[in-house]
Nanobody, 127 residues
Framework: QVQLVESGGGSVQVGGSLRLSCVAS????????MAWFRQTPGKERESVAR????????VHDASVSDRFSISHDNTKQTLYLQMNSLKTEDTGMYYC????????????????????WGQGTQVTVSS
C-alpha cells in the first residue's frame, strides 16, 4: 500500500506560479510511475505530467510542456509539480497518483492504470 498526500495548491492570478508537492509513504519502493492529474467539474481526470521514478523519464502534456515541470526527490519520497505562467484553464483539482506496474520507460496517461491516489489539492487561477 502507498499513501499519497498532496499540498501546495491555492489561488493565484494569471501568470503566477505554484509548486505542488506529493509526499509518499508506505510501500514506496514499489512505485514505478507517478503522475499528476487534473480534474475540473464534469470532466474526466486528465494527465498533466508523468515520471518513471527509477529512470527519471518525464512526460508532460502538450498544453503544459513549456510551463510545468514534474520532478521527484527520492530522499524525501516527494513528487513535485512546478507550475509557471499559470493560465485560467489550469484551474482544477490536482491529484497525485502512482502505480507499481511496469509500462516501459514512458508512464501511461490513462488514469485507470494508476492504483494509488491522493486526496487532491485545488488550484484556482483568476484573471
Amino acid at each position: 500500500q502507498v499513501q499519497l498526500v498532496e499540498s501546495g495548491g491555492g489561488s493565484v492570478q494569471v501568470g503566477g506560479s505554484l509548486r505542488l508537492s506529493c509526499v509518499a509513504s508506505g510501500d514506496t519502493d514499489s512505485r514505478r510511475c507517478m503522475a499528476w492529474f487534473r480534474q475540473t467539474p464534469g470532466k474526466e481526470r486528465e494527465s498533466v505530467a508523468r515520471i518513471n521514478v527509477p529512470e527519471s523519464m518525464t512526460v508532460h502534456d502538450a498544453s503544459v510542456s513549456d510551463r510545468f515541470s514534474i520532478s521527484h526527490d527520492n530522499t524525501k519520497q516527494t513528487l513535485y509539480l512546478q507550475m509557471n505562467s499559470l493560465k485560467t484553464e489550469d484551474t482544477g483539482m490536482y491529484y497525485c497518483a502512482s502505480t507499481s506496474r511496469s509500462f516501459g520507460r514512458i508512464c501511461p496517461a490513462a488514469s485507470n492504470l494508476y492504483d494509488y491516489w491522493g486526496q487532491g489539492t485545488q488550484v484556482t487561477v483568476s484573471s
